[in-house]
């Protein structure tokens, strides 16, 4: 199996920041796209930002110019610096890996357990 461990969430301040931290481990062959979504109280699953194995980015328009993802292959970790938070960015924060266990398997996602963020004064 592969397991996603997340870290680094917690209550700041609006306009403060937080660096979230997710290491894979396990069976593991490959990880494709890794990424960061996130849920609020009563809304869906959404997308924050993805990255590619060789790096290639993608954000939500909501965190764009604000929250910078990265990963360290080696590691098999990804990273997710996130600034000028706002009260809007409360939510659970999931480590999504695409990941394969055996070079003949598929690939499938793994989820982390999730991280809380709370954005409030």
């Known amino acids: 199996q592969v397991q996603l461990v997340e870290s680094g969430g917690g209550l700041v301040q609006p306009g403060g920041s937080l660096r979230l931290s997710c290491a894979a481990s396990g069976r593991i062959f490959s990880i494709d796209d890794m990424g960061w979504y996130r849920q609020a109280a009563g809304k869906q699953r959404e997308l924050v930002a993805t990255?590619?194995?060789?790096?290639?980015?993608n954000y939500a328009d909501s965190v764009k110019g604000r929250f910078t993802i990265s990963r360290d292959n080696a590691a098999k970790a990804v990273y997710l610096q996130m600034n000028s938070l706002k009260p809007e960015d409360t939510a659970v924060y999931y480590c999504?890996?695409?990941?394969?266990?055996?070079?003949?398997?598929?690939?499938?996602?793994?989820w982390g357990q999730g991280t809380q963020v709370t954005v409030s004064s």
């Open positions: 990255i590619t194995s060789g790096g290639r980015t």
């Open positions: 999504n890996a695409d990941a394969r266990m055996y070079y003949y398997t598929y690939v499938r996602a793994y």
